[in-house]
């Protein structure tokens, strides 16, 4: 005779089908939380349409890239505003400070400089490695890698990357330019120019590339070449900086003919292998304005890109050298 089992009933297909759909959900979700961020914005928004949970992350990433465009990797978030048009964020990697761009050999010659024995470098008139830096010149020193101070030093002032409220703004003219969140105080450390530290020649391939990109539409490079003349006078170091795939938050910073608000200091580490370039207030700058440096004097082609600084002194084209 048939008894009827006591135990729990098989559970029929059509039972298992929702638990299935939850789990594949439940992946679907932790896979895209992962993967999305890493996108770039036409494949973000190639997946954003494809189903409601992937829309729902696309949106947050979107909104996390807008929100602050070190993505976490400065003191402070760096928020992008765009009144122009409807691109909500700029997209590029971000690297607070220099990186060793592709072909560059690991090796790099090292800077010769003793470091400081002080316990203590903040005001220490006998600290070999301090300077006022808007005094110093173009060339200045911090405490590195080769003094007995700590991290915590205050003679180190452009290690810690920015921190002085900054926000992204999108102009109709001149694209994404930088401005001030605050007061910023004359002397105060803005940021440095970081970004992939390239040979010359891998600079000058660049710059062809991104020459013709310019010509073709819409786009703006970031590559900055820096000349150092060495104390003998006689040979010139050349550092070449391209931020246009991988940089900080200085990448944004538009050129203005009357010199904009911003020193450029080129500042050695006791001890580091190459110098930094680092942009310091020149004057006090009002909360809101526009963060501006000039690109350089010399405009080899008459008929370069137009700017739109709109001081006094304009000359009318963005400058423009040979790389
Ligand atoms: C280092 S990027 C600065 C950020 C850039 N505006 C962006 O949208 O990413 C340099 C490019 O910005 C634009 N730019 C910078 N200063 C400008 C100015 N004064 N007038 C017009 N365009 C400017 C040019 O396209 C230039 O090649």
């Given at each position: 005779m048939h008894k009827p089992s006591m135990g729990k009933r098989p559970r029929t297909e059509d039972q298992e089908e929702p638990d299935r759909r939850k789990t594949h959900e439940r992946a679907l979700f932790q896979c895209a939380r992962l993967i999305l961020p890493l996108l770039h914005p036409p494949e973000l928004a190639a997946t954003s349409s494809t189903c409601k949970t992937l829309h729902r992350i696309a949106k947050s990433v979107t909104a996390g890239r807008t929100s602050d465009a070190s993505g976490g990797l400065e003191k402070l978030p760096i928020p992008f505003a765009n009144?122009?048009?409807?691109?909500?964020y700029a997209s590029f990697a971000y690297a607070p400070t220099q990186t060793l761009g592709s072909?560059?050999?690991?090796?790099q010659p090292v800077f010769d400089a003793p470091g400081c024995e002080c316990e203590r470098c903040d005001g220490d008139a006998g600290c070999p490695c301090g300077g006022d830096y808007l005094d110093s010149g173009e060339l200045a020193r911090e405490c590195g890698?080769?003094?007995?101070?700590?991290?915590?030093?205050?003679?180190?002032?452009?290690?810690?990357?920015?921190s002085v409220r900054l926000r992204v703004v999108k102009d109709e003219r001149k694209g994404w330019g930088l401005r001030a969140g605050q007061l910023i105080r004359r002397g105060q450390f803005v940021c440095e120019y970081a970004g992939e530290l390239l040979t010359t020649k891998e600079a000058r391939r660049r710059q062809q590339i991104y020459d013709q990109l310019t010509s073709g539409g819409w786009f703006c490079s970031a590559l900055l070449v820096v000349r150092e003349h060495l104390p003998s006078g006689k040979a010139c170091m050349r550092i070449n900086i391209d931020a246009t795939r991988i940089g900080n938050v200085a990448r944004f910073i538009n050129h203005s003919c009357?010199?904009?608000n911003l020193s450029t200091v080129l500042m050695r580490s006791s001890g580091a292998l190459l110098p930094r370039l680092c942009f310091f207030a020149s004057r006090d700058i009002e909360e809101d304005e526009e963060i501006t440096f000039s690109y350089?004097?010399?405009?080899?082609?008459?008929?370069g890109l137009q700017c739109f600084c709109g001081s006094s002194s304009c000359f009318g084209v963005l400058p423009s050298e040979s790389t």
């Open positions: 009144a122009v048009d409807g691109q909500p072909g560059q050999r690991r090796t890698p080769s003094c007995r101070c700590g991290v915590e030093c205050g003679n180190r002032v452009t290690q810690g990357g920015v009357d010199g904009g350089g004097e010399i405009r080899l082609k008459s008929k």
